[in-house]
């Protein structure tokens, strides 16, 4: 038995709504996800919009409270923890948001954003707080001046950086980044990644990286996780599967990349159909609905997440049939 | 990615640091009618304030060579029907109008902004027990509701304040609650709840900043009409009995048909000052309301 994970959750679940007077149908918006993140290595979070990544990064950091499962962070079971105990915790973990503009507040210049978290956390004196908080802001490389100035005056990618300044100030250990590029100019996407890539490697930190784009996932991960209408369809060490994807749909999401790697691009495969509703997903293996190689069996049984390699692992039931690449249609 | 585009987006410098404050402050110097209440408003202020060091007569000083008297040099405003000096009365009801209407506003935001603020944090159930309330105090009829309250209260400064203060808060701790509410979602607030921020910092170093537009013009809107109710309650017997002067029991004086007839300087002046500073008063809360418009602060 190796080290235990940094960071390891359980069977994590979380279905909105359904109780209470609405009547509004039950969504499921994550269910029964385990995975593991090593201390110092970044595991990515892939998947559409709506497969829900953010409610998995907010359910690790209990941002909002999980339906079930635990999350341990070091050893400790967050999800079990007053919360008390739990802000005191929070210093070890943050979030990055993806809305660079809606997470700082117009009300607060950068420098009290900075040291807001250090403030609550009753971190050192106030100068000492103020020296933290100008370290992080040269750590994202934004000038000094930019203390003293509130957030409008600064665009998207500052802000980004000044969202990453804060979640530094803290000097946490993990890191929630919930797809920290997506709302950027592609021209500045690349900057943040290799900002968060440095900084990550820099300080040994633990990252979780959500995003819809496997493409910024594979430069910065060492593990992914695809994910579909809130379930793990596959996991694997980034370059295995790049080079080797077992599951259906992370096959059509790697054919859907727009400069196809030579020799993939004869098996382009194109999704069809619409991603079915979270509150009435579909029986068995979800994918089916849009699954090129579905037979009536997927409808039976929820396929289990079982090794096709190592340390990759693909929930589909034909994972062996269809091993080869050159698997046709059934 | 290559030194030269990390520098080029690093160096756009960014403009003048504007607060919130500046902002709102630079729309609200170019409102024309906000200033005007603004221009009329502090002289008023300032003759309240300070009348004892320029007048020679006391508010309740009587004259008895001189009652009923028209304006003239000596009583510039006139005189009562017992020979008080109507300027002095004036400016002593002024005083005890505004400083009624302003305790009551202090008063009723305190309470509107912790009610709201309890109904937003404290769960479903709280929140629907004091919507609930707050519904049934916005639905009785307010001069009922205020007669009722007012002779359970009694007369006098004090009770005045309570009578208006517990009819006005509800008005705003809806608004409050809605903004909290909203506010409760917004990114900034969960990355200060992921940072380990108590309820008290939410409530105080987010939820109170980003309220202050909502507080501001129902302050001003309120102080006019906490005016209008002083003038209302004491008129009627209610507020701020005699001899001490409020312009509402000032006002009283016009019941009668001699005085209303022949001594219009009685009732004249103080129905005059009264909606001169109503009016002031709204003007200068529409230039906040402006000046505070979170819609403006998007450009
Ligand atoms: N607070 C909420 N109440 C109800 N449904 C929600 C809430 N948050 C997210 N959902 C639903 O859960 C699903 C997953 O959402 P989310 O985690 O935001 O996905 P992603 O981040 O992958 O786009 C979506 O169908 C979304 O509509
Ligand atoms: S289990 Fe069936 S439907 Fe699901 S991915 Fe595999 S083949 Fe497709
Ligand atoms: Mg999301």
């Known amino acids: 038995m190796t080290e235990q994970p940094f960071l390891s959750v359980s069977n994590l679940t979380k279905h909105f709504g359904g109780s209470g007077f609405s009547r509004a149908p039950v969504v499921r918006a994550v269910e029964d996800v385990s995975f593991d993140v090593p201390r110092g290595k970044v595991v990515g979070l892939v998947g559409e919009s709506g497969s829900g990544k953010t409610t998995i990064g907010r359910s690790v950091l209990r941002l909002i409270d999980p339906t079930s499962g635990t999350v341990r962070l070091d050893g400790v079971d967050l999800t079990a923890m007053s919360a008390r105990d739990l802000r005191r915790q929070r210093a070890k973990m943050q979030y990055i948001f993806q809305d660079p503009f809606a997470s700082l507040s117009p009300r607060m210049t950068i420098g009290q954003i900075l040291m807001e978290g250090l403030g609550i956390q009753g971190t050192g004196t106030r100068r000492d707080r103020e020296d933290r908080a100008r370290a992080a802001l040269k750590a994202v490389e934004l000038p000094a001046d930019a203390f003293d100035r509130y957030a409008h005056e600064f665009s998207g990618g500052q802000r980004q950086r000044i969202g990453i300044a804060r979640a530094l100030a803290l000097e946490p250990q993990l890191i929630v980044a919930d797809e920290p590029v997506s709302a950027l100019d592609v021209s500045i996407q690349a900057q943040i990644v290799n900002l968060l890539r440095d900084l990550q490697t820099r300080l040994g930190l633990t ?29 694997a060490p980034a370059a295995e599967l790049y080079a080797n994807p077992r599951h259906p749909y992370t096959r059509a999401l790697l054919s859907a990349i727009p400069e196809p790697v030579p020799g993939r691009a004869s098996r382009r495969q194109i999704l069809t159909g619409d991603i079915p509703s979270p509150s009435n997903p579909p029986s068995g293996c979800v994918f089916r609905t849009r699954c090129p190689h579905a037979i009536d069996a997927c409808a039976q049984v929820v396929p289990p997440l079982e090794a096709v390699g190592r340390d990759h692992r693909s929930a589909c039931i034909r994972n062996h049939e269809l091993e080869t690449a050159e698997a046709v249609p059934a | 990615m290559t030194a030269a585009s990390t520098s080029t987006e690093i160096a756009t410098p960014p403009a003048r640091a504007r607060g919130p404050w500046v902002r709102a402050w630079s729309r609200f110097r170019a409102n024309g009618a906000a200033l005007t209440g603004l221009a009329i408003l502090i002289p008023i202020l300032v003759a309240v304030a300070t009348y004892p060091l320029w007048w020679t007569f006391g508010p309740n000083d009587i004259d008895l060579k001189a009652m009923n008297q028209g304006p003239g040099p000596s009583h510039w405003f006139g005189t009562d029907g017992v020979g008080r000096d109507i300027l002095a009365r ?169 005085v209303m007839e022949q001594y219009i300087w009685q009732w004249m002046f103080p129905g005059g000052a009264l909606v001169l500073t109503v009016l002031a008063i709204n003007f200068l809360g529409d230039g906040l309301r402006d000046a505070f418009d979170p819609r403006s602060d998007l450009n």
């Open chain 1, 207 to 235: 990252m979780l990286f959500i995003s819809h784009d496997l493409a910024v996932v594979e430069y910065i991960c060492d593990t992914v996780i695809v994910l579909y209408l809130g379930r793990i369809m596959e996991i």
């Open chain 2, 90 to 258: 004036l400016l002593q009801g002024g005083r005890i109008s505004l400083t009624v209407a302003f305790v009551s506003v202090v008063v009723s935001i305190v309470i509107g902004f912790l009610v709201g603020a309890i109904a937003s944090f404290g769960g479903k159930v709280v929140d629907n027990g004091i919507m609930r309330l707050v519904d049934l105090a916005m639905t009785l009829p307010p001069v009922i509701f205020l007669l009722v309250l007012a002779s359970i209260a009694g007369t006098g400064i004090v009770p005045t304040i309570v009578v208006i203060s517990l009819l006005s808060w509800p008005v705003l701790s809806r608004m409050v609650r809605a903004r909290l509410l909203e506010l409760r979602e917004r990114d900034f607030v969960v990355a200060s709840r992921g940072m380990g921020a108590s309820m008290w910092h939410l409530l105080f170093r987010h939820g109170l900043p980003n309220c202050i537009d909502i507080i501001v013009v129902y302050a001003t809107l309120q102080i006019a009409n906490a005016i209008l109710l002083e003038a209302g309650l004491s008129f009627l017997g209610l507020g701020i009995a005699p001899p001490q002067a409020s312009w509402g029991n000032m006002l009283n004086a016009a019941r009668s048909t001699v």
